[in-house]
């Protein structure tokens, strides 16, 4: 059974940073596309970056290019999302995504994503 656990939200002040993590269970996160996706209120699911299965190259959202870095600690099957420069628009629920065959970074369709976690909160305000 695949379990993608994220920890690391909270509450930061604008400008601060927050890294959080997604741990993994049953599933190699190496040989898996990942992807960090987040939802605010009242809006649609963004997604904000991957890796791709593939060729390893990350994407990062327009919104948050720059400021958000993704990585991979292989030996602990987690992925981290460093967040940096936080905006209170930041604020959202953001959850990992993994798939073992299915390489989303290299497609719009999310649907067809096999695992996500329960998803973590990050607010940004003063």
């Known amino acids: 059974q695949v379990q993608l656990v994220e920890s690391g939200g909270g509450l930061v002040q604008p400008g601060g940073s927050l890294r959080l993590s997604c741990a993994a269970s049953?599933?190699?996160?190496?040989?898996?596309?990942i992807g960090w996706f987040r939802q605010a209120p009242g809006k649609e699911r963004e997604r904000v970056s991957c890796?791709?299965?593939?060729?390893?190259?990350?994407w990062f959202a327009d919104s948050v290019k720059g400021r958000f870095t993704m990585s991979r600690n292989n030996a602990k099957n987690t992925v981290f999302l460093a967040m940096h420069d936080l905006r209170p628009e930041d604020t959202a629920v953001y959850s990992c995504?993994?798939?073992?065959?299915?390489?989303?970074?290299?497609?719009?369709?999310?649907?067809?994503?096999?695992?996500w976690g329960q998803g973590t909160q990050v607010t940004v305000s003063s």
């Open positions: 890796i791709s299965k593939l060729d390893g190259s990350r």
């Open positions: 995504a993994a798939d073992a065959q299915f390489d989303f970074c290299h497609d719009d369709d999310d649907e067809g994503i096999d695992h």
């Open positions: 049953g599933l190699t996160l190496e040989r898996s596309a």
